[in-house]
């Protein structure tokens, strides 16, 4: 067990360090490749941040042009994966800044006190869309009524398979604070199963 | 069993599904869900949530990837193009540098001389130098690193800043 996790952990020292290179020299090939390879999971975690499906693409886009832009300040000591999603979350966060900004504006300019943003969309949510399986079915519509904190730390760790000091540094949050969060969340989402099978 | 045991494995419970549980706890937390049915179903659920979460597949743009790699690719040409500009404005710089230094002692330590040999006023060679050779390399010296900014067109000036 000890030897395999050895392994492992040289297994991505190496590829850490290969990417912090490849990185540092810009080099756009191992960027598409890592796009390849991550896509699909910065695509869930932006989803599970956002509880939204529009926009995200072009965070995704955003997430790797900084990647691009920024490649020399990942240091290659620990994994990618937080860096990553650290980089994407700020890209989110900011982006929700403008729009909250906008918002405001518009709430000036109208000086009517209307309701800035679009009205609630009666599309199903991202996670109802998704959902494969009968318990996700059911846990989808808690998910998209979680608040987005709660959201990020349970994909982080159980999808993302971060650990919490990870999520820690994603978060830029105390490693008590994440599991606290990941503990609340898991509660709400234990008590709507539980409601589930009751009402079935 | 006292509630309040319960409630304490609850939060074991809660600390090991979330991956913050000592080799101690989870020892004595194994031992006790072999003998307690209620924590048995509480830990249950907590999987099962968590499996639960697993039964999401969301769908991806099938184009989304070739966009990124168009827009990486641009982007790596424009920081190409940006770095190369940047490092020949440093060599302007430098040649401009040089020329002045060049040029200022030339005519602290050649001067007199060199005005012997050509056979015109030192002041006159002093006006000159400084008129073709220092004062030009001293304006390049110091505009020089200003251009980008000047020529900079003022909306992008102010920045989409990534």
Redesign the interface.
């Known amino acids: 067990m000890f030897e395999y996790e050895m392994a492992m952990a040289r297994e991505m020292g190496t590829d850490a360090r290969q990417i912090e290179r490849g990185l540092r020299q810009g080099d756009v090939a191992l960027l598409q490749a890592l796009v390849e390879e991550y896509q699909y999971r910065l695509v869930r975690y932006l989803i599970y941040l956002l509880g939204r499906r529009d926009g995200v693409d072009d965070l995704v886009q955003e997430t790797w042009l900084r990647v691009l832009e920024r490649g020399s300040s990942y240091d290659g000591q620990s994994r990618f994966e937080p860096w990553l999603f650290t980089i994407a979350r700020n890209l989110a966060f900011d982006q929700l800044r403008k729009r909250q900004a906008l918002s405001l504006d518009t709430i000036d300019c109208t000086n009517q006190g209307a309701q800035a943003d679009p009205p609630v969309s009666s599309a199903p949510s991202p996670f109802t869309l998704a959902a494969r399986t009968e318990d996700a079915e059911r846990l989808a519509l808690s998910l998209q009524k979680l608040e987005p904190i709660y959201r990020e730390a349970l994909v982080l760790r159980f999808q993302e398979d971060l650990s919490l000091q990870e999520i820690a540094a994603v978060l830029g949050a105390p490693v008590p604070t994440v599991s606290s969060r990941i503990h609340r969340a898991l509660a709400t989402l234990r008590l709507q199963l539980d409601g589930g099978d009751h009402e079935a | 069993m006292k509630p309040d045991r319960h409630e304490m494995f609850e939060q074991v419970i809660?600390?090991t599904?979330?991956?913050?549980v000592s080799p101690d706890e989870e020892r004595s937390l194994r031992l006790h869900l072999e003998a307690c049915p209620r924590c048995h179903e509480y830990f249950s659920?907590?999987t099962?949530?968590?499996?639960?979460?697993?039964?999401?597949?969301?769908?991806?743009?099938p184009g989304?990837?070739a966009?990124?790699?168009t827009?990486?690719?641009v982007?790596?040409q424009q920081?190409?193009s940006r770095r190369l500009s940047r490092k020949r404005l440093v060599w302007i710089c430098i040649i401009a540098l040089v020329l002045t230094v060049v040029g200022s002692f030339i005519d602290l330590q050649f001067g007199r001389v060199a005005a012997a040999f050509l056979g015109v006023q030192p002041t006159h060679l002093r006006q000159e130098l400084i008129s073709y050779w220092i004062g030009p390399s001293f304006w390049l010296l110091l505009l020089f690193p200003m251009l980008p900014a000047l020529l900079t067109p003022s909306k992008n000036r102010k920045g989409n800043a990534?």
């Open positions: 809660d600390k599904l979330a991956g913050d659920a907590g099962r949530v968590i499996s639960g979460l697993g039964g999401f597949s969301f769908a991806v743009d989304l990837q966009r990124v790699s827009a990486l690719l982007r790596a920081l190409e990534l």
